[in-house]
């Protein structure tokens, strides 16, 4: 029975010279944890642009937790009916293709790369005319709704 006493002993010794330094490490932990929200506003001082970001990263992960109201999914649906014609179009849309430059001498100092052809003007000014105007149509459809 000596050696379990001894044993409690020990432990509680061992307990007692570990108490000040559990006690300094809590009690800085409490100074670090009362300290954050100045930290946090003085941080927030200095850089608004960062908070600015983090705000709508906030409401953005909020909204998309928040799950969508009845009005919400019946114009989500409207302005999907009303922007299929021009994915459809977008998509049977040939891509462009590369054409290489006209034959010229070679130069010795660099071997000659295809350019790239670029769609002409006319026709991405028509596209994008053909968007605006289908967007257009689905803001009336979807504001139409509303009234």
Same mark, same amino acid.
Do not use: C
């Given at each position: 029975?000596?050696? !379990?006493?001894?044993? @409690?002993? #020990?432990?509680?010794? &061992?307990? =007692?010279?570990? *108490?000040? =330094? @559990?006690?300094?490490?809590? %009690? &800085?932990?409490?100074?670090? @944890?009362? &300290?954050?929200?100045?930290? *946090? +506003?003085?941080? !927030?001082?200095?850089?608004?642009?960062? @908070?600015?970001?983090?705000?709508? =990263?906030?409401?953005?992960?909020?909204? %998309?937790?928040?799950?969508?109201?009845? !009005?919400?999914?019946?114009?989500? &649906?409207?302005?999907?009916?009303?922007?299929?014609?021009?994915?459809? #179009?977008?998509?049977?849309?040939? +891509?462009?293709?590369?054409?290489?430059?006209?034959?010229?001498?070679? %130069?010795? #100092?660099?071997?000659?790369?295809?350019?790239?052809? +670029?769609?002409?003007?006319?026709?991405?000014? #028509?596209?994008?005319?053909?968007?605006?105007?289908?967007?257009?149509?689905? +803001?009336?459809?979807?504001? =139409? %709704?509303?009234?």
């Amino acid at each position: 029975m000596g050696t !379990a006493s001894e044993a @409690v002993s #020990s432990t509680r010794s &061992a307990a =007692g010279e570990q *108490l000040p =330094g @559990v006690r300094e490490k809590m %009690s &800085a932990a409490q100074d670090k @944890v009362s &300290a954050a929200p100045g930290q *946090l +506003r003085r941080q !927030a001082a200095g850089n608004p642009l960062a @908070v600015g970001l983090i705000a709508v =990263g906030v409401g953005w992960l909020a909204g %998309s937790l928040l799950p969508a109201s009845p !009005a919400e999914e019946r114009a989500a &649906a409207k302005v999907k009916e009303a922007a299929a014609p021009a994915v459809t #179009s977008a998509a049977k849309m040939p +891509r462009p293709t590369s054409r290489t430059q006209p034959s010229r001498q070679p %130069s010795r #100092s660099r071997p000659q790369r295809p350019t790239p052809q +670029r769609p002409s003007r006319t026709m991405t000014a #028509s596209s994008a005319h053909d968007v605006q105007d289908q967007a257009q149509a689905a +803001r009336g459809t979807v504001t =139409g %709704s509303h009234q």
